[in-house]
């Protein structure tokens, strides 16, 4: 079992960057792939952005493509997410969430652990 506790939201112009983080308490994170995802007022939790157990694979939504990077520190066992070019409609919960698996898919299920959200609002 682990436990998932994110930091880093906050209330940013467009634009802006922020550097999500995610620390897994527990056992094992390098086994674990880890992934973000967020979910808007009135809307699905949506997968943003995913990196296998060594941080060799990852996997992007489209929309975050080429302005979001994930990556992990597995001597920390942290998980982060740097965002960058922020628009409004990246303003959302953000999820961190980790599976034990050596593979990157874009949802989740009844395995994952999730943590408690961190909240990013971007205004313009």
């Known amino acids: 079992q682990v436990q998932l506790v994110e930091s880093g939201g906050g209330l940013v112009q467009a634009g802006d960057s922020l550097r999500l983080s995610c620390t897994a308490f527990g056992r094992s994170f390098s086994s674990y792939t880890m992934s973000w995802f967020r979910q808007a007022p009135g809307e699905e939790r949506k997968f943003v952005a995913g990196?296998?157990?060594?941080?060799?694979?990852?996997l992007y939504a489209d929309d975050v493509k080429g302005r979001f990077a994930i990556s992990r520190d597995n001597a920390e066992n942290t998980a982060f997410l740097q965002m960058n070019s922020l628009k409004p409609e990246d303003t959302a919960v953000y999820y961190c969430t980790a599976v034990m698996s050596t593979v990157v898919v874009r949802g989740a299920d009844g395995d994952n652990y999730w943590g408690r959200g961190t909240q990013v609002t971007v205004y313009s």
């Open positions: 990196i296998n157990w060594n941080g060799d694979t990852t």
